[in-house]
């Protein structure tokens, strides 16, 4: 419980479960700056950043089960290390389907910017959001089942046009946060910079491991 610490959570929609009691409260977690606590960081990283979540354009994270929840927290922990405000949902295209419509119009009405939708097997729920809204949908491949992912990348990246999904690679849900991010600072000049201190970090962290590492 508790995993989704940071953003905009809430759990008001039957069938939408998010995974903290802050969730299940509907109560919003701001920032400091204007009060937000310690950002909790990545495993390795600052983790004390001063951000202020209450002033940026918002993400929805939606996963189709409970299952996906392992792979789609990595999402969720980048978006909190840049300072998005979130919320997150467990809703499935086949078995909710009109939790999920219902859901759509929510965040449309909500401005939100970006959805990022992880699923795996016949992985329909990145494709069904897009076909409802021109918010940019990133899709995370989950690797379940007998396929191993194989049968979720397809469905994904296989989508017709004219609607796209952004698909990111098996369960590389990081990856779909950080692209959510750069998606965001096309109007958020503070994220742009947390982007880019991004690169920057991490090409010091490569420069070191260039000098030699211990083996
Ligand atoms: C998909 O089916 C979910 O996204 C999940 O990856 C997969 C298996 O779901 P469960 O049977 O574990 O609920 O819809």
């Known amino acids: 419980m508790g995993t989704i610490r940071r953003g905009v959570l809430r759990e ?4 939408s479960r998010n995974i903290s009691p802050a969730a ?3 109560r919003t977690e701001h920032g400091a700056g204007c009060s937000h606590s310690a950002n909790p960081g990545l495993d390795g990283l ?12 918002k993400a929805a994270i939606i996963f189709g089960s409970e299952s996906d929840r392992a792979v789609m927290r990595k999402a969720a922990d980048v978006l909190r290390e840049l300072g998005v405000a979130f919320s997150a949902h467990i809703i499935s295209a086949h078995r909710t389907p009109e939790l999920l419509a219902e859901m759509v119009k929510r965040l449309e009405a909500e401005e939100t ?9 016949a992985a329909h729920l990145p494709g069904v959001i897009a076909s409802q809204t021109l918010i940019p949908v990133i ?7 007998g396929l191993s992912g194989l049968d979720a990348l397809l469905s994904m990246v296989q989508m017709p046009r004219p609607v796209p999904v952004a698909t990111v690679g098996l369960d590389n849900a990081a990856n779909a946060g950080f692209l959510a991010g750069e998606i965001l600072a096309l109007k958020d000049e503070a994220l742009r910079k947390r982007l880019e201190e991004w690169r920057v970090e991490m090409k010091a962290a490569f420069a070191a491991s260039a000098e030699g590492v211990d083996l």
């Open 12 to 15: 008001d929609l039957p069938g």
């Open 24 to 26: 299940r409260a509907g």
């Open 139 to 145: 899709g995370v491949p989950v690797s379940s089942g």
């Open 113 to 121: 910017g970006v959805i990022i939708a992880g699923a795996g097997l």
């Open 46 to 57: 600052p983790r004390s950043r001063p951000l202020c979540y209450c002033r940026l354009m």
